[in-house]
């Protein structure tokens, strides 16, 4: 079974690990990308990144010197809500193992990484504007969808935006609240949580099956069969 996820645009390099760090999958192709975004001028990235005031002039610092910016392995860099669901401290060799066997994380800027690939401190969302004649989701979809077999099991826990690279069959997992009229809905904020929440727990039972992760039932969330499809798996509380 593999596993994808998102980036976060938050991010923290205090933490470092040296043992284990990987070079990225496609680190010639995020080159291009970083070479490119350096020939822009400060209205041009703003622009074409979506990046105004204080975050433009800290992006464009960040990009026009990206080689000697801030790196570290990429599951220390993401700070956002599903990885702080990780209790990574605490993870011993058996779960640093079937982390870099069984974990991918989506992204824009490198197409998609190992957990202890290196990467530098970046902002770049997909719907960013890098190329005239090319969506970054065209620069990257082949190559990251290559790299799955048709017939391999893919738990999605990424967002819309990240899993819409990979054209493979896959078996997405949503997180849904019950409102007081008895109606549910998702709330990214819990979703990101609870995705953060089941990866763990995935790495930490070093799950492989589906049957397995259907006994998820972390902060009162569990299966709902109702909701749920083939290749959709909907947990609610």
Excluded at 12 to 24: E, V
Excluded at 29 to 57: A, H, M, T, W, Y
Aim: aromatic share 12%; glycine share 4%; net charge positive.
């Amino acid at each position: 079974m593999k596993i994808i996820i998102s980036p976060s645009k938050t991010q923290d390099f205090t933490r470092g690990m040296d043992k284990r760090i990987t070079n990225p999958l496609f680190k010639e192709k995020s080159d291009k990308i970083v070479e490119r975004i350096q020939g822009f001028s400060k209205p041009e990235l703003s622009d074409r990144l979506n990046v105004k005031g204080n975050l433009l002039q800290e992006t464009y610092d960040n990009y026009q010197d990206y080689k000697n910016s801030e790196s570290t392995a990429a599951i220390l860099a993401y700070t956002g809500q599903l990885f702080k669901g990780l209790d990574i401290e605490n993870y011993g060799e058996k779960e640093y193992e079937f982390l870099d066997k069984h974990l991918y994380i989506l992204s824009a800027l490198y197409g998609i990484l190992k957990p202890f690939d290196k990467i530098n401190s970046y902002r770049l969302d997909m719907k960013c504007k890098v190329f005239d004649n090319q969506t970054l989701y065209s620069y990257w979809g082949e190559d990251i969808t290559n790299l799955f077999q048709k017939d391999e099991l893919i738990l999605n826990l990424a967002s819309k935006e990240f899993s819409k690279l990979i054209k493979r069959p896959m078996i997405t997992i949503e997180f849904k609240e019950k409102s007081k009229e008895g109606k549910y809905k998702t709330i990214g904020t819990y979703a990101k949580q609870a995705r953060g929440k089941m990866l763990n727990y995935i790495i930490k039972n070093k799950i492989k099956d589906i049957e397995s992760l259907k006994k998820f039932n972390e902060d009162s969330y569990t299966l709902n069969k109702e909701l749920s499809r083939e290749d959709v798996l909907v947990f609610t509380r």
